[in-house]
C-alpha cells in the first residue's frame, strides 16, 4: 500500500505521517485550487494560486516559520509573484471565504473520525450537540488605515466558532473584520444555518430573544446560560431537583413573547453553586427549550458545564498555534489565519482521534496535550519531507476510507 520508504518514520512518528497523509488526502495543492475556484466570489486565481497562500499561512500558524514574509524567503524560487502581491492577495481574503475552508475541512474529515471514534454514547440521542463561542483576534501592532478610526485598541476581527464536542472538531466558523462588533450582532448569520434537532449550547452573551426564539421557531434546541437583561415571565413555583457534582439543581417554567408577540414555553434552571466561579458567581442561571422527557434537569446543567471544551480547544488552539496572526493586522487576512489554524486544529482532531480509537479517547483526552502532538510533528515534519519525495504521498489521496482508517489505527504513543 505505502512505499517502503515510509517505514521509518511509521515506526518512529507515526502521527508526522498521519499528520501529512491527511493533508494530502484533504488539502493538496490541486484539491485546494479547484475547491477555491468554485467557492471564491471577489477573488480569482492569476499568477498566484490559492494553495500557495494556503501554505505560507500554515506554516505561520504552525510556527515553522515567523512571518509570511520569511515564509516567502524560503519559498520564493518556485512562487513566480513578489512578496507585495502575496499581502495583496492575502489583504483581499474574503471572510465567506476562509469560513467556507474550515467548513470545507471538517466536511472531508468528518466521516473519518466517525469511523476512527465508532459509536458514541450522546447524552442527547438522536440529536447533534453545537457549541458555540466567540474569537476577538489580538490587538495588532501597527496602527493600521482600517483601524484607525477605532478608539480603542485596534482589533483586526472576531469569529464565532461552532464545535462538536462528540468528535472533537470545529465544524464551522462566523468571521466579522469588526473586532469590536458586539457578538450577537452575528448571530442573524448563525441562524441561517440552524438545522432541526441541533442542540446549541452557548453562554450568556448569546441569551437574546432573536437567538433563543428563533432556534425554538426552527425545531431546533438550546441550552443557553441567562443574561441578566434576558425578558421572561415566571411561571408558577421553582421545584428542588437533586444535586450534581457542582451544586444543588433547580427548576422553573416560564414565558418569553418574541419581536411578533408569539409566547414560546421554556424552562429555566438555576445551579446553586458549592463555590464561586471565577467571576464571583454563586449560581448559574440557564435556559432552555428541550423538554423534560428529553433532558432532566440534571442533564441541562451538566450539558452546559461540559460546554467548557470549546474554550479549552481555543486553549489548546493558542498553545500550539499562532492562530492570533496580530502582525497581520489587516482584518481579512488575520481571519484568514485564524481559520487556518482551525483547518491545523481539524488535522490534528483526526490525530487524535486515531490516537483515542486505540487508546481510548479519555485516556488521550487526559495524557496527549496538543502541544505533544505538534511538537513530534514539528520536530520530524521537515526531514521526513525531504527524504519522502512529494509523489509518494499521492497515494493518500484515493485511498479507501476503510484502508485510511486501518492505517490510521496503528499508531503508539511513546
Known sequence: MLSPVFTPFIKSSPISVMARGMVERVLNPEQLDEWFDTTAKEQYTKDLLFSTLFNLMSQVVQGSQRSIHAAFQTSKEDITVSITSIYNKLNGMEPSTSAALVRYAAEQVEPIIQKLLGKQNSPLPGKRIKLLDGNCIEKSHHRIKELRSIAAGP????????YDPMLHLPIDVFPCEDGHAQERSMLKTVLETIVADDVWIADRNFCVVEFTCGI??????????EHGNYPFELIGKGKYIGKIETGAVYEQPIRVRDEAGEEHPFRRIRVKLKGETRDGDTEILIITNLSKSAANAKTVARLY????TIETAFQRLAEYLNSEINTLGYPRAALFGFCVALVAYIGMSVVKAALGSVHGIDFIDQNVSGYYVANEIEGVYQGMMIVIDVEHWVVFRDMPTGDLVRLLKKPKVS
Open 216 to 225: 425554538d421557531k426552527r425545531d431546533a434546541w438550546f441550552i443557553i446560560r
Open 305 to 308: 458545564r461540559d460546554r467548557w
Open 155 to 162: 482589533l483586526p476581527g472576531k469569529s464565532l466558532v461552532v
